[in-house]
């Protein structure tokens, strides 16, 4: 099914979910069409993609769906082929990492609606995979620091850290996580993009450790790290985003992903993720990160309370 046929069986969908946030308490329980199926649910397995993938989980359940929950399951990889196999149904993917990392390509598209119209109709047409709507906000990778090292070796963009790693190799010490370490789109590519002379055996370690790691140098493994713009910590921890001033990284917002099979036959599920992703800007999913990883509730909890106060349950 193409991505307009789709959009036009979501509008009929769409009336269906008016009842979403009608103050009544019902929410999303009112959905017709989704009592008894069987669906599976996927995620990456940092704090926006299980929170994200619970929202799924809880809100299907609540429109009677029979759910399997696959969330915090493994990296972009291992989901993808999950999602091809049918092993799962549906996860929240990034439009630029499927453009570059899944579909390997190298050209930039800046603008935001042609790259999602650009990976929707292509992963459709070769991977029977359906798009729904992106979120307004993006949540891409980059590089940061504490300001007492930028000050220090006088950083303050990417190109900066690449002239620092040509002249003083041991100050412009990195943080990354395995997956970034691998990607397209991740460190090989921005070592390469900025002329970057950083060791290629970097401190490989935890996303979540790299944050604290980062925020204690010089006193730590590494004086840079590989952050995800919408993660709370860094501003709970001072921390400064390099700017990417060449625009080495893509667009990246999540929208989910869904086996055309049960995009057709259950297109309420589509529509419903687009009304909770629509409901998030780029604070709200900073905030939502921030309670989970530095407030240390769980996941589950986080996307339950953030469904309730929308009305969506």
Request: charged share 25%; with cysteine; proline share 2%.
């Amino acid at each position: 099914m193409t991505r307009i046929k789709l959009m036009a069986i979501g509008a009929a969908a769409l009336l269906v979910l008016t009842a979403c946030g009608d103050g009544d308490g019902d929410g999303a329980t009112e959905l017709e069409g989704l009592d008894g199926a069987e669906v599976t649910v996927g995620s990456k397995q940092f704090s926006e993609q299980i929170i994200l993938g619970q929202m799924m989980v809880i809100a299907l359940e609540e429109a009677g769906a029979q759910v399997t929950d696959q969330t915090n399951l493994a990296g972009t990889a291992v989901l993808r082929e999950s999602l091809a196999s049918g092993e799962i149904d549906m996860y929240w993917e990034y439009t630029g990492t499927a453009w570059a990392d899944i579909f390997g390509e190298e050209e930039v598209i800046g603008d935001p609606d042609e790259l999602l119209a650009t990976v929707a109709e292509r992963d459709e047409e070769e991977n029977g995979i359906v798009w729904g709507e992106r979120a307004e906000f993006q949540n891409t990778y980059a590089i940061a620091s504490n300001q007492a090292i930028l000050d220090e070796f006088g950083v303050e963009t990417l190109s900066d850290l690449a002239g620092l790693s040509q002249t003083n190799q041991e100050a412009a010490t990195l943080c990354i996580a395995e997956e970034f370490a691998t990607r397209a789109d991740g460190f090989l590519g921005m070592q390469e993009h900025y002329g970057m002379d950083i060791p290629t055996d970097q401190q490989l370690m935890d996303e979540g450790i790299i944050y604290s790691e980062t925020a204690e140098a010089p006193d730590s493994s590494c004086n840079f790290g590989m952050v995800f713009s919408t993660d709370g910590r860094i501003g709970a921890l001072d921390l400064v985003v390099l700017e990417d001033d060449q625009t080495f990284f893509p667009e990246y917002n999540p929208a989910i992903t869904v086996r055309a099979e049960i995009a057709e036959e259950y297109p309420e599920v589509v529509e419903l993720a687009n009304d909770i992703i629509g409901r998030i800007d780029f604070d709200t999913m900073r905030e939502l990160n921030l309670r989970a990883d530095e407030e240390g509730i769980p996941h589950d909890e986080v996307a339950r309370d953030f469904l309730e106060e929308e009305g969506i349950i």
